[in-house]
């Protein structure tokens, strides 16, 4: 590992466990490695296996890219139409985190009156949680119906076939949630 790799790798660590609120102790529980091995990275004199960077990876949710990569600066602004946005028929469905969140997905749905938008099952064990902001939504899932108005929040098994649709006479917004279940393996 090269010195700058190593610097890096000691403060993204100290910075992302700091930021979530934990201890070396507590770091070292969650990847399950010694609490001298976490002060030993922290400190930039650490060679690690690939076992012991994936171990704290997924203990601090990031890849390990993230935790070898320059470190990232504190705070970074997206204008407007930066995050992808994708079109289904009428539906315009834009991504709301410029970085991924591992298990999870949240999108801004924007339904023009008429609006109609079949959402793709996910993965067995996946929940999605679909907001109302402006507008009506009409969520169907599972063969269940559910109009929502603003305020209004359905969980559902995001697993099962679902869709969306703005029953409305005026523009809709809704955001969706999805927790996707952690794959086993």
Do not use: W
């Amino acid at each position: 590992m090269t010195d700058r790799t190593a610097d890096n790798l000691a403060r993204n660590i100290r910075q992302l466990r700091e930021i979530r609120g934990m201890t070396q102790a507590r770091l070292s529980a969650a990847a399950t490695v010694p609490r001298p091995t976490i002060a030993t990275l922290e400190s930039g004199a650490a060679n690690p296996t690939l076992s012991v960077l994936l171990k704290v990876a997924c203990a601090l949710q990031v890849t390990v890219e993230e935790l070898i990569a320059p470190p990232r600066a504190s705070a970074r602004h997206y204008p407007a139409g930066a995050l992808p946005e994708t079109r289904r028929g009428k539906v315009v469905v834009r991504e709301l985190l410029p970085d991924p969140i591992p298990n999870m997905g949240i999108e801004r749905l924007f339904l023009p009156p008429g609006g109609r938008m079949t959402g793709i099952p996910h993965t067995p064990g996946t929940r999605e949680y679909l907001t109302c902001e402006s507008g009506e939504v009409e969520l169907v899932a599972s063969g269940e119906s559910y109009r929502l108005n603003p305020g209004d929040v359905v969980v559902f098994r995001g697993d099962q076939k679902h869709s969306y649709h703005n029953p409305g006479l005026g523009p809709a917004v809704a955001y969706s949630v999805i927790a996707l279940a952690p794959s086993i393996g």
